[in-house]
């Protein structure tokens, strides 16, 4: 084979691997909130741990439960069923945090247990159904059905950033930065 044919195959190898990767299913992490099945993309995750006493922070919004020390890091824990809107968790020892990467941030996610690694084709997500503006479907990314049911995939960069009926929901961080720029 000349040196012309072996290039030109690389390249031919190269335009294929990139069509299987593009339609190459994708891995996302199942867990429960109460009978209700959400999912964020593997690749976000960081850790799974058990829940573990956190520092309660004051003038945060009733979702920001607190801060956690990991590893000398300050993650803030999200308690995604007051996010959703319904109602702060009451937690126990058998409660999850999920630590996931946002941006340059790790946030966690408290939620009531890990169920699977979920695969499947982006294909198969569907759009989530909008039915008034504004509402909480602002956090998903859309929907997926599996074997066992359907699965809400979460929209992780919207989780901490949207507003909620024209209230501002920032992460603290977000709400220092600002107060700072008008100071």
């Known amino acids: 084979m000349s040196a012309v044919d ?94 996931v990467q946002i941006a340059n941030r790790q946030v966690g996610l408290l939620a009531d247990r890990v169920l699977d690694i979920v695969t499947f084709d982006v294909s198969q997500v569907q759009p989530v159904p909008r039915i008034v503006d504004g509402s909480r479907v602002n956090f998903l990314a859309g929907l997926v059905t599996v074997d066992n049911g359907m699965i809400a995939l979460i929209d992780l960069p919207n989780l901490l950033s949207a507003q909620i009926e024209g209230e501002e929901l920032a992460m603290p961080e977000q709400k220092s930065a600002v107060a700072g720029q008008r100071s």
């Not at 990767?21 to 009978?35: E, H, K, N, V």
């Not at 300050?74 to 959703?84: E, M, N």
């Open 6 to 99: 072996n290039q030109s195959s690389q390249s031919n190898w190269g335009a294929a691997e990139a069509v299987r990767s593009a339609a190459a299913p994708t891995q996302f992490i199942s867990f429960a909130i109460g009978d209700d099945q959400y999912g964020v993309d593997i690749m976000a995750v960081r850790e799974i741990k058990g829940w573990s006493e956190i520092t309660h922070l004051p003038r945060q919004p009733d979702y920001v439960r607190g801060v956690l020390n990991l590893r000398g890091a300050i993650v803030p824990i999200v308690d995604l069923r007051c996010r959703f809107g319904q109602g702060l968790t009451e937690v126990s020892p058998l409660h999850i945090v999920i630590i």
